[in-house]
């Protein structure tokens, strides 16, 4: 039996705050939105339940650019989590979007500090919205 056999049913970490279902909602809509302060504009990331910048509580999900900048990566070797120890080596990266925030991200097709890159939402095998880089095209 693999290791693949062996975490037939095993999922990726699915613990996510209340507030962050609307990654999921817009993963599910092929959207790339994150929440955006109604009060002074600024798109944050990671979802919050005031804004980082002016603690309006009023958060708006909408549709914000999906490029950004790969400024590092990394490959893990080694994972707590089972779903991801049977998938090593993984690839992330820290990219800086150009709406504003930093985010870390999978990079499914590797990446190189300094490129150009375009994200996603994307649903992982729980159903749970995570972060995707791509190089830009």
Do not use: K
Request: glycine letters at 10%; a negative charge; aromatic letters at 6%.
């Amino acid at each position: 039996m693999t290791i693949s056999e062996a975490l037939n049913g095993v999922l990726p970490p699915g613990a996510r705050s209340a507030s962050a279902a609307g990654l999921t909602d817009a993963a599910q809509r092929g959207e790339f939105a994150l929440q955006v302060c109604p009060s002074c504009g600024t798109v944050q990331y990671p979802v919050r339940d005031v804004c980082g910048h002016c603690l309006h509580t009023t958060l708006n999900w909408r549709p914000v650019a999906d490029t950004g900048v790969l400024r590092a990566t990394t490959t893990l070797h080694h994972s707590n989590e089972a779903y991801f120890r049977a998938r090593l080596p993984w690839r992330i990266g820290t990219v800086q979007l150009d709406c504003g925030p930093f985010a870390i991200v999978h990079l499914p097709e590797g990446g190189q500090a300094d490129e150009a890159v375009r994200l996603s939402l994307e649903l992982d095998d729980g159903g749970v919205a995570v972060l995707v880089a791509r190089p830009a095209p």
